[in-house]
């Protein structure tokens, strides 16, 4: 089984900058093909905030452009989202997906972590 772990949510002053991080946990991945970061806030649905190909191609919704960058260590299976000048309307959960984790035994389609909270104070 294949998990996505999480980590760097927390309460942060407007203009302040947070990294959120995200590993894929298992024993034995040979590739994920796209890593991405969604987020939900309340009331609202859930939202591509950016996302990274397995050779770096990266897509950012147009409000964070210039704000937040994606990046990727394909030998740790791991994404990363820097996020700066972060306003309150960043303020949400945010997931992190993977896309087609390949593993000898199978490829899992599409997996979820658990949810990051961040909070944007004003």
């Known amino acids: 089984q294949v998990q996505l772990v999480e980590s760097g949510g927390g309460l942060v002053q407007a203009g302040g900058s947070l990294v959120l991080s995200c590993a894929a946990a298992?024993?034995?991945?040979?590739?994920?093909?796209?890593m991405g970061w969604y987020r939900q806030a309340p009331g609202k649905q859930r939202e591509l905030v950016a996302d990274i190909t397995s050779g770096g191609s990266t897509n950012y919704v147009d409000s964070v452009k210039g704000r937040f960058t994606i990046s990727r260590d394909n030998a740790k299976n791991t994404v990363y989202l820097q996020m700066n000048s972060l306003k309150p309307e960043d303020t949400a959960v945010y997931y992190c997906?993977?896309?087609?984790?390949?593993?000898?035994?199978?490829?899992?389609?599409?997996?979820w972590g658990q949810g990051t909270l961040v909070t944007v104070s004003s």
């Open positions: 298992s024993g034995r991945i040979s590739s994920i093909n796209v």
């Open positions: 997906n993977a896309d087609r984790i390949r593993t000898p035994m199978r490829i899992y389609l599409e997996v």
